[in-house]
């Protein structure tokens, strides 16, 4: 099964009545959605619940996925309609969402970055984001030269095993299992630093 | 994480990469191993999304909101969650709560019945000649000239047209009652249901009254005739 394929079996699963399966679907997802929302709304808070009510309405309306486009373009249509409304609903009470939440793009002042603001905009949070930043650099900057160059060009370029296979002149099998060893590895050295 | 992942299968870990990455060709049963370690699975996705996200330049801190999602999830009612609670119809087959299918079923009824009313319609006055429009005669009929005797004897006839003087069968033929605006309808008491005598039963009036701004000047009525032959 393609990944479509696969998401669209865990989507029959779910209807079924396997939360496991939307519970797969959502750990897919959810980071992706949350980044999505990120862009439309600013405050961090409301980012996360937009992205539960996303998820919520997908679980409500599994009935109605028909299966025409991949569940991810189906996910990320009903979280962009989401924040349209809660921009919409913003605008008739009189303010912007994003007005609220400290900067803007005409600002003179540079911008807070947006994970510090995520990190609930304590000294700590921001310290905790900027140690696990580093730690992942370092850990990336250690990788033998393959794993790094194949992590890259998957995560940075969107490269397909087989488009990566070709790049590196290697087996697939190769790339997948030097991808597979790299985020093992990162993941090794961070694990100190993620946290919730 | 070394425990858990010396406690892992290695095969579990390298799905989980590949699923991760779109790439993953699973059949039925890896999906049920997968599913059967949704908690392994979340430790790594979350560390893969810091990875994939600290590479990209982008926001880190997005959160692990799988619990609070199921939290909610777990208060929605059986009724409405997929799979669960659905009430099952005993007397349709459970293919028929699909939508289209329903719908199909109702576009299809509905093109019966107008295909039943066109055919009983079309088939209902095999006497009127082709090409010639039901209710319409041919010619002034004894019945036309009883209307016109009727209008004559109540002084109407410099204001009125006989319903049925012309013999050309596309035209409907119209009575103006009046032309002077505001004068109301003048049209014979029979005709508006005062005769003692009755209306005559092969006359069928209709009024129809215009604002003058639409360029009526006063109310007509419309007269048409049933040939009694």
């Known amino acids: 099964m393609s990944a479509e394929e696969n998401d669209k079996a865990l989507v029959a699963r779910a209807r079924k009545g396997d939360r496991r399966a939307f519970d797969l679907l959502v750990l897919k997802y959810q980071h992706r959605v949350q980044r999505l929302l990120a862009r439309y709304i600013r405050d961090p808070e409301l980012v996360f619940d937009l992205a539960q009510e996303t998820f919520i309405k997908a679980y409500r309306a599994l009935e109605r996925f028909r299966g025409d486009s991949a569940f991810y373009t189906w996910v990320y249509r009903i979280a962009v309609n989401t924040a349209k409304n809660q921009l919409a609903s913003d605008a008739r009470g009189g303010y912007m969402v994003s007005l609220n939440s400290g900067g803007s793009d005409e600002s003179d002042e540079p911008m807070m970055e947006p994970e510090a603001l995520r990190d609930g905009r304590t000294p700590e949070a921001l310290a905790a984001t900027e140690e696990l930043k580093a730690a992942i650099d370092r850990a990336i900057s250690a990788l033998p030269e393959d794993l790094r160059t194949a992590l890259t060009l998957r995560e940075m370029e969107g490269l397909s095993y087989d488009e990566i296979a070709a790049v590196m002149d290697c087996p697939i099998g190769t790339v997948r299992s030097r991808i597979f060893r790299a985020r093992e590895a990162i993941e090794q050295s961070i694990e100190p630093f993620k946290g919730g | ?229």
């Open chain 2, 1 to 229: 994480m070394k425990q858990r992942q010396a406690n892992e299968p290695t095969t579990l870990r390298n799905t989980v990469s590949d699923w991760w990455d779109d790439e993953w060709r699973a059949d039925e049963r890896e999906i049920d191993a997968l599913l059967a370690d949704i908690d392994g699975v979340r430790g790594h996705t979350r560390g893969y999304d810091l990875i994939g996200g600290r590479l990209r330049g982008e926001p880190l801190a997005t959160r692990d909101l799988l619990d609070s999602i199921n939290a909610r999830l777990d208060e929605i009612p059986d009724a409405e969650r997929p799979g669960g609670g659905k009430v099952v119809s005993l007397f349709a087959p459970r293919h028929w709560q699909n939508r289209r299918v329903w719908q199909g079923a109702m576009a299809a009824s509905l093109f019966a019945a107008v295909t039943a009313v066109g055919l009983t319609l079309s088939t209902g006055d095999r006497s009127v000649v082709d090409g010639e429009a039901p209710m319409q005669a041919a010619a002034p009929t004894e019945n036309d000239r009883a209307v016109m005797a009727s209008l004559n004897a109540q002084g109407l006839s410099g204001d009125v047209s006989p319903a049925a003087l012309a013999v050309n069968p596309q035209q409907s033929r119209v009575i103006q009652a009046s032309t002077a605006p505001g004068n109301g309808s003048k049209l014979p008491d029979w005709a508006r249901g005062r005769s003692n005598s009755g209306p005559n039963p092969y006359v069928v009036t209709h009024y129809r009254v215009a604002s003058p701004e639409l360029g009526t000047t006063g109310p007509e009525a419309r007269a048409a005739t049933l040939d009694r032959n």
